[in-house]
Structure formats: structure tokens, C-alpha cells
């Protein structure tokens, strides 16, 4: 029965395209392998800082898996970390072109990277479409709200709570954005109302408490905002932007070293977080360590070269050096990317003001009161340059009216209000004498 060791025709017939496949399968299950070790060595120079050798494994891997979005993905972030903003964004439209649909998360990173390239209307625009889609959490519906009071796109902000709200008219958060909001708008009673009525029923609310605390330091009393900070929960203690208003307010009382220490921790667990070592650099220049303070900003732009918080502080570093053409440099570097970031408005005005430049400081003093941080002593400023420059006077009126409601006796309050009311307006004299009525026939 020898036959049984043949092989059939119909048997080779089967065999034979098996055979021809087994090699594509093993060329795709190679790549596959290739891509995967490519991926793992890219996230492992990324992890270390390493961009340019991570671009370089991410792109071994997009040539074996094309059709993955994953490489492009890590190419955007090793693209980031290289400052190249630009080709990041390219890198994630070709990830999120692989990808069926709409991405939430790479549209949030596309927004995120729109704003770190100081291009705000494109990242509203994104975060928008999403927001209309209905694919964003309540948590990020409520920071687009932010990032539109921050534009100045008020009416929008309140919008975009509104919705929210209408879902939960109750919650906390919600109430706390649009507080913030009003503050940013200007109508401090009816924010201070609003977060003073979150705190009395809800104490633990660590969003009201870091609200609470920034309308204090703007309002020049430090004490009462660090007050607020140490009231807030041990678990969120930690948060970065709990520190960093803790140093903000530590800088406030005249305690650099303070501030320093709390941020030092945050730095250490977080060395690619740029607005810490923004803050960071903002201490130590507070202490004179001028070198210090200009190598952690350089850090800091390493990760986000258009930080707004780090050119100003290059930009205070300049002016203590007595290179006022430097420091405006500067300053306007950071408001192309933040147009209304207040720390660099409260220096320009003290600048323009000092080089007899009435209508930039003017200008400037205004966008401060805008934003809800202009101190009490800008606007005095304010007042009085709507005096000398005849300009605002009724606004003027009322900013010097709220600085001598607080003190009465203050002599430079009362100069200010006997100079407004010499350059007001006189009223027209109501004309004297009978008056004759005249009738037709």
C-alpha cells in the first residue's frame, strides 16, 4: 500500500498557496516586531529627554506599521520636546488621520499645542467643535470657558457655563468658573458674593478656596489669600497649581525662600513642568541669583518656548540690568503669546509711565482693570492719568471714589479727585430770564 506515502494531486493543490503565504506572514509579523521595539525605544529616549534619537526610532517605526497612528502620535510629543511646535501638530493630524472619526484626546493635545505656539483663536476653534460635538467632559467644557474669559470673549464664557449648568445647576465647579469669570469681567461684588456663598457650603472646595485666593493678592492682602491655601484639604495640597499660587502668594509677603522651597518638590517630581520652573526662576531672581533665575527660565522655554511666564521673568531680569529695550522686547514676546497675561502689564505700565509714554501706561493700566487685576493702587494710576489725558473721567470718577471709600484721609486719593473734578465737564447753565411762549394762529 505504498500509495498512502504519496502525496495527492489535490493535496499539493492546498499546500502549495500555504507555502507562498508563509513567508508574507512572517515579513508582517516581523515589521510588526520592528515597529514594537521602535516604539518602545522612542518612549524610552522620550522618558530620558532625548528627543532627536526618539524622532528617529519613531520613524523606523512608521515605516513598518504605516497604517498605525501610534508612532505619529509619539512623533508629536518627541517633535514637542524638540520645540518644534509646528511639525508636532503636523505629526498629530497625520496620527488622527488614521484614525476612523473623531479623537477627543488628539484634538485636546491639537489645542494644547495651539496655545503653546501663542496661537489662541485656532485652539478656541478646536476646543469649540468638540464642545459642540458633545465630546467633552463637564471638566474640560468648564476650561474652554476659561481659556474664552481669558481671550476676553466674556458673553462666550458664560455660554459655555451655562451649559453645564443647565445639566447641574448645583454643581460647584461650574459655579466657581463662572465667579472667576465675573472677576475677570470686572464686577467683583457679585463674584466675591458667589464665592463666598461656595465656601460657606461647601469649605473642602479647593477650586472657590484657589479663586478666593487670587482675588485677595490682586485685592493687596496676601495674609488673607495664604490663609485660604492653608485651609485647603490635605489630598489636593499638592496640586501644582496649589503651589504655585503658593508661591505667588509667599512672593507677595516678601518670602522668596518660602517660595522657593514649596516649589522645589513640584520641580522634582515634574522637571518638564515649565510653568514650575517658570515660578522657580521667579524666586530666585526675587533672592539675586540673576544667573539662576535665567538658566531655569531657559529650561522652561526648552518645553515651552512661548511661556509667558518665563519672558517676563527674563524680561524683569533685563530691567534689573538697566536694558529697558531688552525687557519691552520681552514683555511683548510674552503677550504675542498671552495677550492678556497681567504680570507683564503691571510692569509695561510702570515702564511706559517712567519714559512719560501717559497713553501706552494708560493702555496698559486698562487692560488690568479689564482682566479684574488691576491693584488699588493701579487704579489710582488709572484715575489719575484719566485726568491728565481728559479721557475715561466718569470711570476715573468712579476709581478714585472706591480707593478713598477704603481711606478717607489719603492725601495723594484726595490730589487725585481735585484734579478730575478741575478738567470734568462744567454743566451748562440752565438760560435765565421769562420765557416767552410763542403761539401760532
Not at 523606523?60 to 509619539?74: F, I
Request: glycine residues 4%; contains cysteine.
Amino acid at each position: 500500500m505504498h500509495w498512502r506515502n504519496r502525496p495527492l494531486p489535490w493535496t499539493l493543490a492546498l499546500l502549495l498557496p500555504l507555502a507562498c503565504k508563509e513567508p508574507e506572514v512572517a515579513a508582517v509579523q516581523n515589521r510588526a516586531q520592528q515597529a514594537q521595539a521602535a516604539l518602545a525605544e522612542a518612549r524610552a529616549h522620550l522618558a530620558n529627554g532625548q528627543p532627536a534619537p526618539a524622532l528617529a526610532a519613531v520613524r523606523r517605526a512608521a515605516t513598518a506599521a504605516p497604517d498605525s497612528s501610534e508612532p505619529y502620535l509619539l512623533m508629536a510629543d518627541a517633535q514637542r520636546m524638540s520645540n518644534n511646535i509646528g511639525a508636532a501638530i503636523m505629526a498629530l493630524k497625520q496620527a488622527e488621520a488614521l484614525i476612523p472619526g473623531t479623537d477627543p484626546s488628539i484634538q485636546k493635545q491639537l489645542a494644547d499645542m495651539y496655545l503653546s505656539n501663542g496661537n489662541i483663536t485656532e485652539a478656541l476653534s478646536t476646543l469649540t467643535t468638540l464642545r459642540d460635538s458633545g465630546l467633552m467632559t463637564n471638566e474640560d467644557v468648564l476650561g474652554l470657558a476659561r481659556l474664552q474669559a481669558k481671550d476676553g470673549q466674556m458673553d462666550a464664557a458664560f455660554t459655555t457655563i451655562e451649559g453645564v449648568l443647565r445639566e447641574s445647576p448645583d454643581d460647584p465647579e461650574a459655579k466657581a468658573v463662572e465667579a472667576e469669570v465675573l472677576l475677570m469681567k470686572g464686577d467683583e461684588l457679585l463674584a466675591a458674593n458667589l464665592m463666598d456663598k461656595l465656601l460657606a457650603n461647601n469649605p473642602a472646595h479647593t477650586s472657590a478656596r484657589l479663586l478666593r485666593a487670587r482675588y485677595f493678592l490682586v485685592s493687596g492682602v496676601p495674609q488673607m489669600a495664604e490663609a485660604d491655601l492653608q485651609a485647603i484639604e490635605p489630598k489636593d495640597a499638592h496640586r501644582a497649581d496649589v503651589v504655585m499660587l503658593r508661591a505667588r502668594v509667599l512672593l507677595a509677603l516678601g518670602r522668596a525662600a518660602d517660595a522657593e522651597a514649596a516649589l522645589k518638590p513640584l520641580v522634582d517630581s515634574e522637571p518638564q513642568n515649565a510653568e514650575a520652573l517658570a515660578w522657580m526662576a521667579d524666586t530666585a531672581l526675587a533672592q539675586g541669583r540673576r544667573a539662576d533665575a535665567l538658566s531655569l527660565v531657559d529650561r522652561a522655554l526648552t518645553f515651552r518656548p512661548r511661556l509667558a511666564r518665563a519672558l517676563y521673568v527674563r524680561g524683569r531680569a533685563q530691567e534689573e540690568q538697566n536694558d529697558r529695550k531688552s525687557a519691552e522686547e520681552s514683555y511683548r514676546f510674552a503677550l504675542s503669546a498671552e495677550p492678556r497675561f497681567a504680570p507683564v502689564h503691571a510692569r509695561l505700565w510702570r515702564m511706559y509711565l517712567e519714559a512719560d509714554r501717559k497713553v501706552d501706561a494708560f493702555t496698559s493700566l486698562e487692560r488690568l482693570l479689564d482682566m479684574g487685576e488691576a491693584s488699588l493702587e493701579e487704579k489710582v494710576v488709572l484715575a489719575r492719568l484719566s485726568a491728565q489725558l481728559q479721557t475715561q473721567m466718569t470711570r476715573g470718577m468712579k476709581l478714585i471714589d472706591e480707593a478713598l471709600k477704603k481711606d478717607p484721609e489719603n492725601a495723594e486719593y484726595q490730589e487725585v479727585k481735585k484734579q478730575l473734578l478741575a478738567v470734568a465737564p462744567k454743566p451748562k447753565k440752565k438760560p435765565g430770564g421769562p420765557v416767552i411762549i410763542r403761539g401760532g394762529r
